[in-house]
Nanobody
């Protein structure tokens, strides 16, 4: 039974930071490229950041232009954990944030981030 469970969302003021976490179970986490995506009310799903499954020496991260320089994605394969450090948050970052293993089609239930 595959589970991705996000945590760490909340209500913050503009300029503040949050760190989202996602714990994976039921999958060989280290073999999956992982992403964070978000969806604001009335808007389409937006890809936020992705990180490859490669060993740390070769691991690559990529970001949407809207979050580049403010967000950092990372992972700890030993703990089956995915993270998203979000700094300098803006009201437009408010959304439901999902942890996703795209190729396998696994999504978590999401964690709400509100910047206001």
């Amino acid at each position: 039974h595959v589970q991705l469970v996000e945590s760490g969302g909340g209500l913050v003021q503009p300029g503040e930071s949050l760190r989202l976490s996602c714990v994976a179970s039921g999958i060989t986490f280290s073999r999956h490229d992982m992403s964070w995506v978000r969806q604001a009310p009335g808007k389409e799903v937006e890809w936020v950041a992705g990180i490859t499954s490669l060993p740390s020496l070769f691991r690559a991260a990529s970001y949407a232009d809207s979050v580049k320089g403010r967000f950092t994605i990372s992972r700890d394969n030993a703990k089956n954990m995915l993270y998203l450090q979000m700094n300098s948050l803006k009201p437009e970052d408010s959304a439901l944030y999902y942890c996703v293993a795209w190729e396998a089609g696994y999504w978590g239930p999401g964690t709400q981030v509100t910047v206001s």
